[in-house]
């Protein structure tokens, strides 16, 4: 299996602009997770997903954010407008049991 | 969840055993332990987990004492490849595992 993909792996954008981030989870997986790491604040829990259906968006900052599950194998995850205190790596994990598969995350720069 | 604590960093020789601890001592009976562990500009990795039996894979083993406030991560020969941010968390809730700060280990040949 090729693990979980996010693309892009880089993304450097401007103040205002929209950004999606993409995920591909391992297949079979029912959870789908998506984390913001900062240095300030460490890796943080923005939405989960099980069986495409969001259970928990606590995490989400502010309505900037939003995250869809569409079908088993796809999930984005939207910010619009963009803002510098967004500048972070974004990862997207999945999992069927007890183990988080994580991928390799999206470094996003908002200038 | 019941909040870790671990120091925040620490050395290891290459190919001796390396020992992390990580106190937890307001585990509840259900709370399960976890380890993952990060390696720069990749994602958090599984290393094990366990409730309250000791717990050995192909990674490393855990130790759990048996009042379960705290625990112990043994990788047995540490490699360069080892030198990462291991964190330990303690899982109630199935899907949510909460990130601390870590141990922050570095091998060093």
């Known amino acids: 299996d090729a693990g979980v993909i996010q693309s892009p792996r880089h993304e450097v954008t401007e103040m205002g602009q929209e950004v999606t981030l993409r995920c591909k989870p391992i297949?079979?997986?029912?959870?789908l997770f998506w984390y913001r790491q900062t240095m300030m604040r460490g890796l943080e829990l923005l939405i989960y997903?099980?069986?495409?259906?969001?259970?928990?968006d606590s995490g989400m900052p502010e309505d900037r954010f939003s995250a869809k599950m569409p079908n088993a194998s796809f999930s984005t995850l939207k910010i619009q407008p963009s803002e510098p205190r967004d500048s972070a790596v974004y990862f997207c994990?999945?999992?069927?049991?007890?183990?988080?598969?994580f991928g390799s995350g999206t470094q996003l720069s908002v200038l | 969840d019941a909040k870790t604590t671990q120091p925040p960093s620490m050395d290891c020789a290459e190919g001796r055993a390396a020992n992390l601890p990580c106190n937890h001592s307001?585990?509840?009976?259900?709370?399960?332990v976890y380890w993952y562990r990060q390696i720069h500009s990749q994602g958090p990795q599984y290393i094990i987990h366990g409730l309250k039996n000791n717990e050995t894979n192909e990674m490393a083993s855990l130790i759990i004492t048996e009042d379960r406030k705290s625990s112990t991560l043994i990788l047995p020969h540490a490699t360069l490849r080892d030198t990462a941010v291991y964190y330990c968390i303690v899982r109630g809730q199935v899907y949510k595992l909460s990130f601390g700060a870590g141990t922050t280990v570095t091998v060093r040949a």
């Open positions: 297949s079979g997986h029912n959870s």
């Open positions: 307001t585990i509840s009976g259900n709370e399960y």
């Open positions: 997903f099980n069986n495409n259906v969001p259970i928990d």
């Open positions: 994990a999945s999992s069927l049991r007890e183990k988080l598969f």
